[in-house]
């Protein structure tokens, strides 16, 4: 029964992966908008109404197979599927020991593993900024694993290119879907609607300012200031003793973007302007108050609150700062919280019981929100579209990514360091937490506000020309204006 019902999937996912994938072999097709690309790829003008009925009759017939997808789903059972799953991520065995959320997604792996035998998962695992750039070509060749980790900002390319499988049905039947958090699916989704990704690891942010609470307090403040005017007065003082104020990393570029600007642009221009932005709903990255967002993070990063070298270091580099005491303070995201934890528990626990929890503080002439955070899910497990020649292995690679971001996982998350997933966990006890861990959930997810994470959304192409002159405006060999000009530039070609 369950084979049958997935075979009828499979079938519906190879005609929509077809039609998908017209087009895709052409980069500047690929760029351009779904439309646009589709009309210049249609052979006759007459051909059209032929080709949209098929579409149509495709769509209703797997909607229909979908949902004998999710009964098959949740009759569970032994796979028929005996072979090999090539899988891509990158929750490396070091990440895992300081991160809930690649522990969670090492062990569901792991416990799928043990239950399938007649399995072989081939893993390949690289740290975070390798697997960005090996993904991309491995895209760019049409040779992406089988399952693997999609970035939101890539979703609608990718599934122009007809590279994802559409994962809509397979979603929407999931034995789970009751649980699912329904917003984490947005970067996952295309124009359409159409989901390619069910959103995977820990909700958490990406811009949270951890802080040592007692340094703050030895230099004359009994949490971290509420505004930014008092940290860089704060400044001077840890100057002073040859320490630096917050320490920031941003070699791989997408720190900047991820864990300062996403926020920093949300304090500023509030939150329609990047919806706007998402919708192509007439805002510009042009437009004065991203702007000056932009001007702000230059004479911030230029005024000596951040470490000097905060250009050529990773992020894992600057949470080592702050880990032996050389900042007080560091701008990360809830990875390296975790990481963060772990560690100083083991090595200096009080140190360890000086951890605090605070947003980016007020900044004088920003009109948007305040006490805010970038929250979000902003990869999913996707699945290569090129599964579905093979029935049982489709089955299989669903089953996985169920397993990875179903309630098994979020469970343990949840139950061991207080973190959630994509499912809800009713009636999180944290009693058996410390104070620190009850400290971090409450920030995360009771007492700040949020904002989206940039990168989740829109494409790689337009955060690729935004990264890389947004360092050089840090560096100061760029102005805000031409960061800005550069992007909408970029935005309007390839978006």
Known sequence: MKKKFISALLCAAMTASMFAGCGGSDDKAADAPAADGAKEEEPAKEEEPAADAESSETETEAAADADAASDSASEGGSLAYSGEISIMHYSTSEESEGNGGSDGFRTMLKEWQDANPNITLAENVLANDEYKTQIATLAAAGDLPDVFLLQGMNTKAWAEQGLV??????????????????????????????????PVLTGGTCTVVI????????????????????VLAAKEKF???????????????????????????????????????????????????????????????????????????????????????????????NWDVSYVMATLKEADEEKYNNIGFATFPSIEGAKGDTNVQNIGLGYGMAINSKVAEDPDKLEAAIDLIYKLTGPDFANYVATNYA??????????????????TQDFYNWSYVDTNTCEIYDSYVSSA???????????????????????SETQEAYEKNY
Request: glycine share 10%; net charge negative.
């Open 165 to 198: 499988m559409d994962l809509t049905d397979v979603v929407n039947n999931s034995p789970y879907a009751a649980d699912y958090k329904q917003d984490y699916f947005t970067p996952f989704k295309d124009g359409d609607g159409k989901i390619y990704g069910l």
């Open 239 to 333: 100057a002073a003793d040859g320490i630096d104020t917050i320490a920031f990393g941003n070699s791989g570029k997408w720190q900047a973007n991820s864990c300062f600007m996403s926020t920093i642009g949300d304090m500023f221009t509030g939150k329609d302007w990047f919806q706007s932005i998402i919708d192509k709903g007439g805002a510009k990255f042009t437009d004065q108050e991203f702007v000056d967002a932009l001007k702000f993070s230059q004479e911030a990063f230029s005024s000596g609150v951040f470490n000097e070298d905060f250009n050529a270091i990773s992020n894992e580099d600057a949470r080592e700062y702050y880990i032996s005491g050389d900042a007080a303070a560091f701008i990360g995201g």
């Open 211 to 230: 802080y040592d609470k007692q340094m703050w307090k030895d230099a004359g403040y009994d949490t971290f200031p509420t505004s930014w005017d008092d």
């Open 419 to 436: 973190l959630g997933g994509l499912t809800t966990v009713d009636d999180v006890d944290l009693s058996g937490f410390d104070q620190v």
């Open 462 to 484: 337009v955060w690729d020309v935004f990264n890389t002159g947004l360092q050089d405006m840090l560096n100061g060999d760029k102005d805000p204006e031409t960061v800005a």
